[in-house]
Every structure is written in structure tokens, then in C-alpha cells.
């Protein structure tokens, strides 16, 4: 069992950078891949990044890429979500997961679930 915690959230104008983190109790952290979803009011909940067991490959969505870069330190058991360059069509409820296999950004694959930190972007 994997508990996860979000932090960092909170009310940025666009334009702001903003760095979510995601602390996990588990200490074997280091076997799981990990992701960061975002869901908007009324909208289905949507892959923002993931990243790979070791940390060493990574990926991103279309609509976030060159902006957002997910990150990994296995010895802080933190997944980090660095957001620069902010919109307005980023506020949502920012998710981080964690997934035994590798590396997937599939929502399907991932077990567990943090309970979310808001990300509100003004204009």
C-alpha cells in the first residue's frame, strides 16, 4: 500500500511557474512508475506527465509539453511536478499516482491515488 499526499497547490496568474510535490509513505517508492493526472470541473480526469521507476524517461501531454517537467528523487520518495508558463486552461485538481509497472501513462495502470491539490490560474 502506497499513501501519497499532493502539495503545492494554490491560486497563480498566468504566466507564474508553480511546483507541485507528491510525498509518498512507502519506502520501497523507487518500484513504482509514477504520473501526474488533472481534472477540470465537468471534464474527465486527464494524463499531465509520467515518469519512469528509475527516473530516467519521462514524458508529457500535448497540451503541457515544454511547460510542465515531472520529476523524480527516489530518496525523498517525492514526484515533483514543475509548472511554468501557466494558462488559465490549466486549473484543475492536479492528481499524482503511482503505478507498479515501470513507466505507463495509462490512468488504468496506476493503483494508487493521492486526494489532489487544486491549481487555480487567473488571468
Known amino acids: 500500500q502506497v499513501h501519497l499526499v499532493e502539495s503545492g497547490g494554490g491560486l497563480v496568474q498566468a504566466g507564474d511557474s508553480l511546483r507541485l510535490s507528491c510525498a509518498a509513505s512507502e519506502g520501497t517508492f523507487r518500484r513504482y512508475g509514477m504520473g501526474w493526472f488533472r481534472q477540470a470541473p465537468g471534464k474527465e480526469r486527464e494524463f499531465v506527465a509520467a515518469i519512469s521507476r528509475s527516473g530516467g524517461y519521462s514524458s508529457s501531454a500535448d497540451s503541457v509539453k515544454g511547460r510542465f517537467t515531472i520529476s523524480k528523487d527516489n530518496a525523498k520518495n517525492t514526484v515533483y511536478l514543475q509548472m511554468n508558463s501557466v494558462k488559465v486552461e490549466d486549473t484543475a485538481v492536479y492528481y499524482c499516482?503511482?503505478?507498479?509497472?515501470?513507466?505507463?501513462?495509462?490512468?488504468?495502470?496506476?493503483?494508487?491515488w493521492g486526494q489532489g491539490t487544486q491549481v487555480t490560474v487567473s488571468s
Open positions: 499516482a503511482a503505478s507498479p509497472e515501470h513507466y505507463t501513462t495509462d490512468y488504468a495502470a496506476y493503483n494508487y
